[in-house]
């Protein structure tokens, strides 16, 4: 029904910069909040930034000042500008977006993008 697809990902040397994006398609009525995720080597997922319907945004500690997240409403598309990567950024990034199908009740579900590898090293 609904389908998030990430590009963006690569290889970057420390202190570089890289812009992710996120695409959700497909049976969407309404999007509410839009994040991205990451999940290091033997690590679990975790939430790096996140932005809502009012463009409020929130941010982990460990990338406050350096990534900055945004939307574009009209496409259902999500971004993650990352400048002065660092080694431990190293991770698969996650696309989540929390979406409506269709109006009424329920019909509201998280949904997840199969991940883009980010690579930081010199």
């Known amino acids: 029904q609904v389908q998030l697809v990430e590009s963006g990902g690569g290889l970057v040397q420390p202190g570089g910069s890289l812009r992710l994006s996120c695409a959700a398609s497909?049976?969407?009525?309404?999007?509410?909040?839009m994040a991205w995720y990451y999940q290091p080597p033997g690590k679990q997922r975790e939430l790096v930034a996140m932005i809502n319907e009012d463009g409020v945004s929130q941010y982990s500690d460990s990338v406050k000042g350096r990534f900055t997240i945004s939307r574009d409403y009209d496409n259902n598309m999500v971004f993650l500008q990352m400048d002065n990567l660092e080694p431990e950024d190293t991770a698969m990034y996650y696309c989540?977006?929390?979406?409506?199908?269709?109006w009424g009740s329920g019909n509201r579900h998280e949904y997840w993008g199969q991940g883009t590898q980010v690579t930081v090293q010199g």
């Open positions: 497909g049976r969407i009525f309404r999007v509410f909040s």
């Open positions: 989540n977006g929390d979406i409506k199908t269709r």
